[in-house]
T-cell receptor, first 113, second 114 residues
Framework: NSKVIQTPRYLVKGQGQKAKMRCIPEKGHPVVFWYQQNKNNEFKFLINFQNQEVLQQIDMTEKRFSAECPSNSPCSLEIQSSEAGDSALYLC???????????FGKGTRLTVV | GDSVTQTEGQVALSEEDFLTIHCNYSASGYPALFWYVQYPGEGPQFLFRASRDKEKGSSRGFEATYDKGTTSFHLRKASVQESDSAVYYCALGERGGNTGKLIFGLGTTLQVQP
């Protein structure tokens, strides 16, 4: 069973509001991923970190998305100004290293009304 | 770019039927291949992975064999149960940049009738 902890499980925001979600990766896993899963079950990679450094990221959707993984604190993903199209399941995952097993949390379900 | 194709969007079976979900990939070299299962309201759960030609991965009665020749990693189970009803995803580990980023197929919804 995965030990990746995501909070909150559900998040409801109005359009234009800020949305922030957090993730505690599995202990000992230096690599952390964020994915967005839409209602058609399609996965979209957003960003990943190794320790606190960004490994790879998409063009962070018009700069409204930001993420960080500070040492000794939960990782976070923030949407500065939510839009209806951001409604999705946001999944955090962690891994012992690149190209090894990747374990997902239960996700944060964001609904933008 | 690298990609994963799952042939079946939905599979409907009865308990004790044999399951096959087809997965083909497109990538250079030997990418790591994965199977995940996702239940409603949950994140994907790791089933198993394989990273070499002819390597077999298995877990919970499911298995798949890495086949470089046919670029496939088909999921099989000899006898499904109602509790296996879920969405199954095949994925590959993108090799470029060695970041561990996963590329997922579109998923196969398995419905098992009692």
């Amino acid at each position: 069973n995965s030990k990746v902890i995501q909070t909150p499980r559900y998040l409801v925001k109005g359009q234009g509001q800020k949305a922030k979600m957090r993730c505690i990766p599995e202990k000992g896993h230096p690599v952390v991923f964020w994915y967005q899963q839409n209602k058609n079950n399609e996965f979209k990679f957003l960003i990943n970190f190794q320790n606190q450094e960004v490994l790879q990221q998409i063009d962070m959707t018009e700069k409204r998305f930001s993420a960080e993984c500070p040492s000794n604190s939960p990782c976070s993903l923030e949407i500065q100004s939510s839009e209806a199209g951001d409604s999705a399941l946001y999944l955090c995952a962690s891994s012992p290293g690149a190209n090894t097993e990747v374990f997902f949390g239960k996700g944060t379900r964001l609904t933008v009304v | 770019g690298d990609s994963v194709t799952q042939t079946e969007g939905q599979v409907a079976l009865s308990e004790e039927d044999f399951l096959t979900i087809h997965c083909n990939y497109s990538a250079s070299g030997y990418p790591a291949l994965f199977w995940y299962v996702q239940y409603p309201g949950e994140g994907p759960q790791f089933l198993f992975r394989a990273s070499r030609d002819k390597e077999k991965g298995s877990s919970r009665g499911f298995e798949a064999t890495y086949d470089k020749g046919t670029t496939s990693f088909h999921l099989r189970k000899a006898s499904v149960q109602e509790s296996d009803s879920a969405v199954y995803y095949c994925a590959l580990g993108e090799r470029g940049g060695n970041t561990g980023k996963l590329i997922f197929g579109l998923g196969t919804t398995l419905q098992v009738q009692p």
